[in-house]
């Protein structure tokens, strides 16, 4: 009986056919799948290793689990520093959902977003000082929410303001591996989101993969005073807001003064 159940997979899929001499390998990388399959973030390779032989090859198992639904409806990708499975991208489009749309990002967002995905660790000073204007506290607001950004501590500055950094789920959602996967100047340009004489010296920074802290950084947690110091932070951001939509308000209704 486990004779014919073995020809009757040989027949349906022959990729299986190198297990036949490897029972290690097989047994791996059902392991393997099933770790995937139930997981519901990106597997990473310690987690798989985690659950495997000490001696087991584990860019071997996810080589062959890749193989086997290379061809299939979903295919084995990596995300955010680990395996998940997806859709095969020929068949997105009929499980695409026409019952509700993400919510949008402003072009304020986008470009905020870009700043922390390639500047980070950078605080909201910082991030202001790149775009050249002032960054909303709906900006981060929203980034935040939509899980592409987060707090990762606080900068070794006067102030100690809070250092943002982008997530696991900003990888999976931008179809990213690692941070290092992001664009060049050179994939930007001739994508066309680049156009034009780009200035001399311009350079596009490539962030690093590393999540450590860096040198310059406190952790955000474990500090007695950081409570106080969001709440002091919040304070000054909505006091800032309302001088912001008080000048503009002002602006819109002073009338206009006759020439001469």
Avoid: C, W
């Avoid at 073995?6 to 791996?28: G, K």
């Avoid at 071997?60 to 520093?81: H, I, P």
């Avoid at 909303?136 to 809070?162: H, Q, S, W």
């Amino acid at each position: 009986m486990n004779e014919l159940i073995r020809l009757a997979r040989r027949v349906e899929a022959p990729f299986d056919a190198p297990f036949e001499a490897n029972p290690e390998l097989e047994q791996a990388v059902r392991v393997a799948e099933a770790l995937i399959f139930a997981a519901r973030t990106p597997v990473t390779r310690d987690e798989i290793a985690a659950k495997l032989p000490p001696d087991a090859d584990i860019e071997a198992v996810t080589s062959e689990l890749r193989g086997l639904y290379a061809n299939r409806g979903v295919n084995l990708v990596q995300r955010a520093g680990g395996f998940t499975f997806r859709t095969a991208p020929d068949l997105a489009y009929l499980l695409a959902s026409e019952e509700s749309a993400p919510r949008r990002l402003s072009r304020a967002g986008l470009e905020t977003l870009a700043i922390v995905a390639y500047h980070q660790p950078v605080t909201r000073a910082e991030i202001e000082d790149i775009r050249g204007v002032a960054v909303a506290k709906g900006t981060l607001d929203a980034l935040l929410e939509a899980g592409f950004v987060r707090m990762r501590g606080r900068r070794k500055t006067p102030g100690r303001p809070i250092t943002y950094g982008t997530t696991p789920s900003f990888l999976d959602h931008f179809g990213l591996d690692k941070l290092s996967d992001l664009p060049g100047l050179d994939e930007l340009k001739g994508a066309g989101l680049i156009e034009g004489r780009v200035a001399k010296g311009f350079s596009i920074p490539t962030p690093r993969d590393d999540d450590a802290l860096g040198q310059d950084e406190d952790p955000l947690d474990g500090d007695p005073l950081d409570e106080e110091v969001l709440a002091v932070e919040a304070l000054a951001v909505e006091v800032l807001a309302v001088e912001d939509s008080t000048v503009e308000n002002l602006a819109v209704e002073a009338p206009q003064q006759p020439e001469g």
